[in-house]
Each structure stands twice: as C-alpha cells, then as structure tokens.
C-alpha cells in the first residue's frame, strides 16, 4: 500500500499465484458452470429422452415380433436395453462436448482461457461436466430398467452406472477434441452424420456381435461405442436368467482374432480411448494463439 | 518472478513496451512500437480500424505472442509471466464474452473463481462493482435479457471483480448509444479515484481520446505520436482553417503558390493549417483570386492532430488505403482464429 490511500470502502481483491489447488478450482468452477446450465435447460433432459424411448419400447416391441423365434424368449428390449443406454448417453455426450463450439460463439471461452489457470483445467472442467451431465441422462434410463425386465441388482446397477459414466467421459472428450477447430454448430451437425451415426449402428448396439459378415465385424471392432455396450450387455445378460442358448447368441462377447476380450479389458479401452482424446482436447486449445 | 516488482520506492510503469512487433506472415500488424504507461493513468489508443490497436492489446494481455520486442504488464513479461501477467489485469473486449444463460451475478461469481479470489470477500467486491455500473439491482437477471449497453456495463464490472492492476478496454464505447457511452467515461474516471488502477484503451472516437490523460496515435503498425491531448494539439501548432470555394483546385494552387501552404481537399472543402488564423483570414480575401463562399477558423482537435501526422482523417484512413487492406486481413486472420 502506498500514502495515497485509497477510501476505506473499497474493498481490495488479492488474485493468488497459480496453484494445484487453484487448478483444482478453476477445474470445479468450470464443471460448475456445466451444472448450472443443465439445471436451467429442463426441457432438454426430457427432449433427449424420447429417441431412446422409442428404440427402446417402439423399435423393441415393434421388431418383437419378427424377432422372438431367434431371441430364445428373451425380449428385444431387454436385448436392446444396453445398447440404447449407450447410444443415449452417446448423443447426449457428444452434445456437451459439442457445446464448446457455443462456448466459443458466444464469448464464453475466452473468458475462460484469459484466466490464470491452464487451458488444460478448463479442457478437464468441460470433460468432466460433460460427462456428468450425459451420465444424469443415462442414470433416468437405469431407472427404468425394470421396464424392460432388467432386474434392480444393486451390482448390476452400479455396474451400469460406472460403465456409461466411463463413456459419458470418453465421448464428451471425443466431442471437445472434434470440436476444438470449429466455428460453427452446423460443421458440427456433419460430423454428427458422419461419425456418430455410423458409429451408434455399427457397434452391436441393436444386434448380437457374432456371426456378422468379415466386414461389418471389422468395423465393429474399431468402433469405440462397442467395447461400451459389449460389457454392459454381459453384465445384464448375467444377471438375467435366460438359457444358454440364448445367452450364446445374444450375447457372444467381442473377440479378436477368435480370442475374447474380457469385460474389464474393453472398459480399459474405453478409458484409454477417452484419455488419449482428452489429451488431444487439451493440446488443440493450448496451441491455440 | 521478476525482481523489479513490488519495490515500494521507485514505483514500475504499469506498462513498458520496448520495439513490440507482430507479423502475421508476410503482413507486419505491429511495427516496433515503444511505450511505457505510469500508474493511474488513462492511457488512450487512438487509430483507424486495422491500424493495429487490438494487436497491441492482445499481446498486452498475453493473448497474441510478439514476434518480437518485449513488454512488461504490472511489472512482468507477457511472455515468460503470462499468468503473472493474467493475475494483474482485467480485460474488456469489444466481442461480448458473457454467458447469456447466467445471472448476471453468477457471471461474476465464476469469474471470481476462475481468478481464485477469497469467497469470503466475493459477495462485498460483487456489490461494489456492480453498484459502480448500476447493475445491482439486475443482478439476479439472466445475462441474455440485459441490453447491449448494459452488458458492457456488465463485462466492465466483471473486468474489475479481482481488482486488477491494469485495467484494458478495448473499444469500450463501441456501438454504444450516447447515454451510455457518458456512464461508461463516468465509470473510469471514478475507478481512478477509488482504485489504484490503470486504464489501457482502444479507441477511434476522437472526442473520447480527449478524456484520457495521454494518447498514443496509431496508424498502420506504428506510433505516430503521444503525449497529452493538449500538447499534441499545441504541437499542431496553428488553427485550422476551413473554407469553401467556387473552384477547390485552384484555391490549392493558390494557397501553395501565394502563401506558401500547403492544403488538402476534404468533404467539398478546403482545409489548412496557419498560424493565427483570424488575423489570415482578410489577407485570403485580399490575395487568394479564388472566390470564397465561407470560412471558418477553429483550434484545432485532434482529429486535425491526427491528419497532420498521418495526412489523412481518421475516417478516410478507414475508408481507404493501405489500413483499408489491414483491415481486410486482420478480419480474415480472426476470422480463421475465432
């Protein structure tokens, strides 16, 4: 302070060196905001869920009937149920992560990166908030587990929920990583088509991974969403009695090579994926000007 | 950390800008410019659009790297101590930078943390600043409800919640209506009497550049003059003079050949500068042999300071020349990096 003192009344503000914890916060403050958001956009949690009530109950009846001599008694929409959480939480994930290009349109970002933190904490912040939010999403579906005969096993529960989160991660990563470079929504919107719908058929989400064609089944094994709805399914189909023969052509388990990759294994991938994507995220906006 | 800083004795400049370049290619933005700015002062950035202003500005606040020079912001590097740099200054910018879907005081609230400041002194700063722009009442107002006038009054109250040293605006006024305009001059030369803080600013209105205690006139990468706005018009040094004629041309030719002057045609008129201009004014009459439909003699502003170091006025300098084709790709450049 110098002699030329300024009036009692104003209230003076340090702004702390940078810090772990200062990280931690900006991290936090950023997730914050993601929360503050979702909460004022109500009629965005209802909207999002009406194309996976569709495939869920309108598809999955609907196609019963085609369906039942092959399903070994089980229903369609139990069959389906895994993947239909996954593709929601997928749309809904590459929505948040999508939702930086706004960011960025409307001014936000930059408010955001002119602060003294690491851009890295608001790539993590976005991540994380993205993933919570997609992962709410899904936690509705878990609740109507019942509805499509998926027991209320707390195991099977939590199982589920850890799974989507993990992907609520990875893809929310995915979509800040894509959207990195973007100006504008519509760009976006193609890549939507181009990418994520491809992705959301080819992953086994609404049939069985065994027996496809050479190269569909190559596909399926590039496409991150499967390694999600694989392990997801297992953990369903064990919880569920069902004959083994229907346990065997419903949910035969993704192979390499003839090998099967083991539940924790494909969830690894999944992590591993949303990591290196998160890392691709961070370098694109710490690269920037 | 420097060492230079936070010595209580010989206070630093706010700002010291050492042969600060940027180029963008082959085009050079910014062409070695040197400047320092003490503490407290309005310090003013006066230029055409594309005169290189904003990339001033944003190699000031660590948003652009120089491409050479080097400038220290509160005492630290803007290359080496960008976050340093970033703890000590707030920014305005002449795009919004608001979340619409926020309260104006949630706004706030985040940037405050972003910037780390103690929560317990968050809710007292937050009044303040927003009882300074008149925006304490709206508080609890969702941002994209607010006017344009009122967000900017907004993004300044944000600029000030962790009491930065350095304080830019850059084109604070702009696309603003009168009124607000007015409150938003209120608004800095309060913040000079209740807070140690400097103010940086870009701007192309004229009249405003009179308010600020020293200005910088920029013109196509480069300062062409600085000092206080009444030195600068002394420096002028003369009135200027405003006539209209039945032939410009020929009044030029006269000027040139029967005085000595040297005139240049504006708008339908004819304008020059002399010494004592009332007391030319008869002697025109008497020698120029071109006929006169009107005169006018006035001191001069610094629109007129302006054209006599860039020989041209601040708005043909944007309607064109070479800032002209600045400016066209500067828009592209921000464009490809927005």
Redesign the interface.
């Known amino acids: 302070m ?1 002699s ?1 003192a ?2 009692a ?10 810090s772990f914890r ?1 990280e931690l ?2 991290i ?2 950023v997730w ?2 993601e929360m ?2 979702f909460g ?2 109500r009629l965005r949690i209802v909207t999002a869920l009406v194309q996976p009530l569709l495939f869920l109950f309108v598809l999955g009846n609907g196609l019963e009937q085609l369906s039942s001599a092959s399903t070994h008694g089980v229903e369609l929409k139990t069959f389906i149920y895994p993947g239909i959480l996954c593709v929601a939480v997928l749309f809904t994930a590459m929505f948040q992560g999508a939702s930086i290009i706004w960011d ?1 349109e ?3 970002l ?8 690491r851009r890295s904490s608001i790539v993590i912040g976005k991540c994380l908030g993205g993933a919570t939010v997609a992962s709410l999403q899904g936690a509705i579906l878990i609740c109507l587990a019942g509805a499509v005969d998926v027991p209320y096993e707390p195991a099977l529960i939590l199982g589920i929920f850890a799974l989507q989160l993990l992907l609520a991660f990875t893809i929310t990563a995915f979509g800040v990583m894509v959207a990195a470079r973007m ?1 504008q929504m519509q760009s976006f919107m193609g890549v939507m088509q181009m990418i994520v719908m491809p992705m959301f058929f080819i992953s086994g989400a609404l049939f069985p991974v065994a027996n496809l064609p050479g190269w569909l089944a190559f596909l399926n094994r590039l496409d991150p969403l499967t390694y999600a709805v694989d392990p997801m399914r297992r953990l369903v189909f064990n919880h569920l009695d069902v004959s083994a023969a229907a346990k065997a052509a419903l949910d035969p388990g993704v192979t390499w090579w003839g090998w099967h990759v083991p539940a924790l294994l494909e969830a690894f991938v999944v992590l591993a994926l949303g990591l290196v994507m998160l890392g691709v995220a961070i370098w694109e906006f710490s690269a ?2 | 950390m420097s060492t230079n800083t936070q010595a ?1 004795g010989a ?1 630093p400049p706010a700002i010291e800008v050492r042969d600060l370049r940027k180029s963008y290619g082959e085009i050079e933005a910014v062409r070695g410019v040197d400047f320092e700015v003490a503490r407290g002062e309005v310090f003013g950035f006066l230029g055409p659009n594309g005169a290189g202003k904003t990339t001033t500005i944003n190699m000031l ?5 120089p491409t050479g020079g080097s400038a220290l912001v509160a005492g630290h590097d803007v290359v080496r101590e960008r ?2 740099v ?3 200054i707030g ?1 305005v ?1 002449q ?8 309260t104006a005081e ?1 706004n706030l609230r ?9 929560a317990a ?1 968050v809710p ?2 937050m009044r ?1 600043v927003l009882e300074m722009v008149g925006l304490w009442e709206r508080r609890g107002g969702e941002v994209r409800t607010f006017s344009g006038g009122m967000r900017r009054r907004l993004e300044i109250a ?1 600029g000030l ?3 930065p040293r350095v304080l830019f605006l850059d084109e604070p006024t702009l696309g603003l209506d009168p009124q607000t305009r007015s409150s938003i001059w209120r608004y800095i030369h309060e913040l000079r009497e ?3 803080i400097t103010i940086f600013m870009t701007t192309h209105y004229m009249d405003e550049a009179e308010l600020c205690d020293r200005i910088a006139i920029m013109d196509q990468g480069e300062i062409v003059a600085l000092d206080t706005p009444e030195a600068l018009k002394a420096g002028v040094g003369a009135d200027r003079v405003r006539i209209e004629t039945e032939d410009d041309e020929a009044a030029i030719a006269a000027l040139g050949d029967v005085f000595g002057l040297e005139a240049g045609a504006h708008e339908d008129a004819v304008i020059f500068f002399v010494p004592s201009g009332e007391e030319f004014v008869p002697r025109l009459f008497a020698e120029l042999g071109v006929p006169i439909k009107s005169v006018n003699v006035s001191r001069p502003t610094l629109d007129d300071v302006f054209m006599s170091y860039t020989g041209t006025t601040i708005r043909d300098a944007e309607e064109s020349g070479p800032a002209h084709a600045n400016r066209i790709v500067m828009q592209v450049m921000t464009g490809a ?2």
């Open positions: 110098t030329t300024v009036p009344e104003v209230i003076r503000v340090r702004v702390p060196p940078r200062g916060r900006a936090k403050t914050k905001r503050i958001r004022k956009d960025r409307f001014g936000f930059r408010e955001m990166m002119v602060a003294p933190v100006k920037t000007e | 209580n206070r606040c660590t948003l652009a790297n976050d340093d970033r703890r000590h920014l910018f795009d919004p930078t608001l979340d619409g879907y926020l949630q985040l940037h405050a943390e972003l910037y780390g400041v103690e002194i007292a700063r303040q944000r919640m962790h009491s209740t807070e140690e990096r927005r």
